[in-house]
C-alpha cells in the first residue's frame, strides 16, 4: 500500500509529512459552471435576485472557502495563502455562469485543493442564493484547470473548457 501517500505500510489513513520539502511559489487555476433556466439567469445578470448580488456573494463564499479547505477535507494542509481570485463568465446562449479561481501560495505543498473547493463553494453559493426560482441548477465541469510548482512541476489541462473567457456577456471586473 505504500504507493499511495496518504496511507501508510499498515494501511492507516495519514496526513503526508512535508517537513522536509522546501516552500516553492505554487498556484492552481480550477473552474466549474452552473446552468440554470433563462429566468434564472436574466435574474443574476440585472441583480434582481432578493437576496442579494448573486455573484459578489459567491465570489466571497470562494474566497472564504479556498482559505478554510484544510477544515474541510480530511487530509490537506493548512497552507499560506498569498492570493485567492474568484471570477464569473456569464454565456447568456447556454443561461449558465462559469467559475474560474486562481489560489497562490509559498509553501511545501499545492493549492489544487483550495482552487477546486473555491470553485465549489462559488457554485453552491449561486445555487442556494437562487433556488426558491430554479431547483433545477445543475452545477458541473468542477476541474483543475492548471497548476505550477512543486515537484510533479506544471500541469496544463488540454484542451481549456470553451466555458472560459469570452467576451458574451461577460461579468466585469
Known sequence: MSEFTHIDEQGHVR??????KKPTA???VAAGKVAMRPATFDLIRDQKVKKGNVLETARIAGIMAAKK???LVPMCHPLHITHVQVDF???ASES???IE???RTIDQTGVEMEALTAVSAAALTIYDMCKAYDKEMIITDIQLLEKSGGKSGTFRRDPRPESRRTTENQDPD
Open 15 to 20: 496526513m503526508v509529512d512535508v517537513t522536509d
Open 26 to 28: 505554487r498556484v492552481a
Open 69 to 71: 479547505t484544510s477544515e
Open 89 to 91: 463568465f456569464p454565456r
Open 96 to 98: 449558465s455562469i462559469g
Open 101 to 103: 479561481a486562481a489560489v
